[in-house]
């Protein structure tokens, strides 16, 4: 099984600042999906970005841009100019497409303060 | 607007009981998924369908069970509710295919006494 591995449990960050969340994953496949969600106070999540793992190129949001390292299994989130909107637990989760069903396994979560 | 409906936001049930938290999806998903989070522990699959009756189990699915009976429903069974069992349980729906993303609902937060 895949499994996905968020080293920091809690990081917090000045408005207006940049800040990475860092994400690593172990597979044997080549052929894959990574994700960043969102779970602000509302416990809604909501996806941030995604990136595909044939894709060399970065995937970017607005403010929010990924480095994605395949051969280090690095998956990290960059969230640039942080808004006090942008306080939340952020997962990283991998997915694996098969044809019958797409399951999502999710790193532990980094709690995100973003201070005024 | 795409919706992920949990039955119950908050829910407090006693040990033992049977307990059935409910899911409904207005997408036309054909996966379904439930996850269980806790502190420090991330979300972890407990199961997920990827069609009508069919079911598969996740990584954690001992004390559960699950019923999709018709596209747009998936149900998670507590046969007899346990207070390791209280937790955040998170229910998500994805299209078949490439690079989908999960939709979630809001949570049910269940406490066992």
């Known amino acids: 099984a895949q499994t996905v591995t968020q080293s920091q449990p809690e990081m917090s960050v000045q408005e207006a600042e940049t800040v990475t969340l860092s994400c690593t994953y172990d597979?044997?496949?080549?052929?894959?999906?990574l994700f960043w969600y969102k779970q602000p106070p509302s416990r809604q999540m909501i996806l941030v970005i995604r990136?595909?793992?044939?894709?060399?190129q970065n995937a970017t949001e607005n403010r929010f841009s990924v480095n994605f390292q395949k051969a280090a299994k690095s998956f990290s989130l960059k969230i640039s100019d942080s808004q006090l909107g942008d306080t939340a637990m952020y997962f990283c989760?991998?997915?694996?497409?098969?044809?019958?069903?797409?399951?999502?396994?999710f790193g532990a979560g980094t709690r995100l303060t973003v201070k005024p | 607007d795409v919706k992920v409906t949990q039955s119950s936001r908050y829910l407090v049930k006693r040990t033992g009981e049977k307990v059935f938290l409910e899911c409904v999806q207005d997408?036309?998903?054909?996966?379904m998924f439930w996850y269980r989070q806790d502190p420090g522990l991330g979300l972890r699959l407990i199961y997920f369908?990827?069609?009508?009756?069919?079911?598969e189990k996740g990584d954690i699915p001992e004390g559960y069970s699950v019923s999709r009976e018709k596209k747009e429903r998936f149900s998670l069974i507590l046969e007899s509710a346990s207070t390791n069992q209280t937790s955040m349980y998170l229910c998500?729906?994805?299209?078949?295919?490439?690079?989908?993303?999960?939709?979630f609902g809001q949570g049910t937060r269940l406490t066992v006494v």
């Open positions: 998500a729906s994805s299209l078949r295919g490439q690079n989908t993303e999960a939709f």
């Open positions: 597979t044997s496949e080549n052929n894959y999906y």
């Open positions: 990136q595909e793992a044939y894709k060399q």
């Open positions: 989760a991998f997915m694996k497409p098969r044809y019958n069903n797409n399951d999502m396994r």
């Open positions: 997408m036309d998903h054909e996966n």
């Open positions: 369908s990827y069609d009508v009756k069919m079911k």
